[in-house]
Nanobody, 123 residues
Framework: VQLQASGGGLVQAGDSLRLSCATS????????MGWFRQAPGKERQFVAA????????NYADSVKGRFIISRDRAKNTLYLQMNSLKPEDTAVYYC?????????????????WGQGTQVTVSS
């Protein structure tokens, strides 16, 4: 199973970015999926998760109301729309596929991980 994250970049505070995560066909379409991020010197933290059919989502408090997670099962692609970006959103963002079909906030629930994409927000 392969996950390929893309869409990161350097933006200014207040700007928007959309991250994408393409999954290989071997990824079961009934896996829950999620986004995590890791800033330099900090632990990896949960950002957002979506269940197998997109009907249920979960967000970290720090991004609630600004980020939107979605998925296109036909295209095997996961998205993270990030709006009103802040300098504290600067991190490497990772997409992941869970072992189960329900949303999960803990990294140990995720079985497959992408390579990460850098998001840098300047003030």
């Amino acid at each position: 199973v392969q996950l390929q994250a893309s869409g990161g970049g350097l933006v200014q505070a207040g700007d928007s970015l959309r991250l994408s995560c393409a999954t290989s066909k071997r990824t079961r379409s009934n896996n829950a999926m999620g986004w995590f991020r890791q800033a330099p010197g900090k632990e990896r933290q949960f950002v957002a998760a979506i269940n197998w059919n997109g009907g249920n989502t979960n967000y970290a408090d720090s991004v609630k109301g600004r980020f939107i997670i979605s998925r296109d099962r036909a295209k095997n692609t996961l998205y993270l729309q990030m709006n009103s970006l802040k300098p504290e959103d600067t991190a490497v963002y990772y997409c992941a596929a869970a072992a189960g079909s329900h949303t999960a906030t803990q990294s140990y629930a995720y079985k497959y991980w992408g390579q990460g994409t850098q998001v840098t927000v300047s003030s």
